[in-house]
């Protein structure tokens, strides 16, 4: 039995989770394959790193990243260093501290440090790259449905501004009934001749349904095998509630721009995101805020085009930023690594799949989330019958669990279990749901 699969046993059977076995499992877990600077004996040291208030189980950490204590250290190094001396320690750090920030990232997306592009957050990357995509008349950007406010309103503008045409289609008829297949085939046979630009999101935070982006990554590639480079649909994905969730590197993904924040998932700094793009694609994105990076600075003031830097660095917005923040990401990207990647989805998906079967068996309750762990990731939503989403989150953190409600036209309860949390919490939060009712 996959460990998955023996989670799910354990709940359907009432068994508790004992502290003991949580613990051995942990050791093993954390066994021999960390940086020696950070060191994570268990899932509760894992925790034990976070400042968050222990009286809470904190189902909502997707939503704005506690800083554990490598990032928060960094961040307090770089504000003293700024504060005594801010040009001083600016013309000291800028430069090698963003090249390291790139060098993380790139090595945790196994990526390349000239494709990535550092924003302040996913709406930033969105923004810049959809207002930006160099479109010839005719061409289309599609997109669906089921996409954030970030989304919708970066490709709202861009239409307003250029008169670019966006056609929303959606990909599934049911939540209850779609599969892999059908979200492929919706996304595949709406493709036409005048599709440049196909803009999804990874993991949809309205319902916890998570696309597969590869699949579907494929089958753009096997349709612009037939047309001209100037014609080829450049696929864009916004993934936030992906990254510091799924195991992938970005070049096996298949699409062309990954645009995330860095400030959920990942514990990154808040105000932290980034956008990769493939080499290829990197062309068509076109900048609209002036970058401050040192070589296009430098080549300005001698008068010289800076047209031959990568397209990445053009799309890193200037101006200055709270660089303390910035300049702390990378201790993000190494945390995640000192867990290691697949741990860090094990562990994920062990705990939602936990949370999604135990919903799953209440008459009172609605799941929406897919139960495959093929088409969810980490965010799990739910209705409970006769109460409003709103009233079973809150009365939920008046127990001590913090969920939120999805913030679209449908809301449902969300609460997203994540690396801060444990088995036994889940336990404890769905024995608060079996108990809600209406009044
Ligand atoms: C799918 C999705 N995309 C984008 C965002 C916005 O992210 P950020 O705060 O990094 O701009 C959110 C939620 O905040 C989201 O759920």
Redesign the pocket.
């Known amino acids: 039995m996959t460990d998955i699969g023996r989670r799910g046993f354990l709940v359907r059977t009432g068994l508790a989770l004992g502290a003991t076995i949580l613990a051995s499992a942990c050791h093993r877990v954390f066994a021999d394959q960390q940086s020696p600077r950070w060191r994570f004996k268990n899932w509760d040291d894992l925790r034990a790193q976070f400042p968050l208030a222990p009286q809470l189980i904190h189902l909502a950490a997707f939503?704005l990243a506690s800083h554990p204590t490598p990032v928060r250290e960094a961040i307090e190094r770089h504000r003293a260093g700024l504060d005594a001396d801010p040009l001083g320690y600016w013309l000291e750090h800028e430069e090698k501290q963003e090249a390291k920030v790139l060098r993380a990232a790139a090595d945790y997306l196994g990526a390349h440090p000239t494709d990535i592009a550092l924003t302040d957050?996913?709406?930033?990357g969105?923004g810049l790259l959809y207002s930006g995509l160099k479109l010839r008349s005719r061409q289309e950007i599609l997109t669906t449905t089921h996409d954030?406010y970030?989304?919708e309103t970066a490709l709202r503008l861009r239409a307003e501004r250029t008169g670019a045409t966006v056609r929303q289609i959606p990909l599934y008829r049911s939540l209850k009934t779609l599969s892999r297949d059908e979200l492929v085939d919706s996304l595949q046979k709406n493709i036409t001749s005048a599709t440049r630009v196909v803009a999804v999101?990874w993991v949809?935070?309205s319902t916890g349904l998570k696309l597969p982006i590869q699949d579907m990554a494929l089958a753009i590639q096997t349709m612009n095998r037939s047309r001209d480079e100037q014609d080829r649909v450049i696929f864009c994905v916004?993934g936030?509630?992906a990254l510091g969730v799924e195991d992938f590197r970005v070049r096996e993904l298949g699409c062309d721009f990954l645009v995330a924040?860095t400030?959920?998932w990942m514990f990154g700094p808040r105000g932290t995101?980034l956008v990769w793009g493939h080499p290829q694609a990197w062309p068509i994105a076109q900048a609209t805020i002036p970058t401050f990076n040192s070589q296009a600075y430098d080549l300005w003031m001698e008068n010289k085009s800076s047209t031959d830097l990568p397209q990445s660095i053009h799309m890193t917005p200037g101006g200055f930023h709270s660089f303390e923040h910035r300049w702390a990401l990378d201790e993000a990207f190494a945390f995640h690594q000192a867990i290691g990647k697949s741990k860090v989805t094990q562990r994920i998906y062990e705990l939602s799949q936990q949370l999604k079967q135990g919903l799953a068996a209440m008459p009172h309750v609605a799941l929406h989330t897919p139960l495959s762990q093929d088409l969810s990731a980490g965010i799990v939503c739910f209705e409970v019958a006769g109460l409003t989403s709103r009233a079973v989150v809150d009365t939920l953190r008046q127990r001590g669990i913090v969920g939120s409600v999805t913030p679209y036209t449908t809301k449902y309860a969300r609460l997203a279990p994540s690396l801060l949390n444990s088995p036994v919490e889940i336990e404890k939060t769905l024995e608060e749901i079996r108990n809600l009712r209406a009044s």
């Not at 957050?121 to 930033?124: D, H, I, R, V």
């Open positions: 939503f957050s996913t709406t930033m969105l954030h970030s989304t999101t949809h935070s916004d936030v509630h924040g400030h959920k995101g």
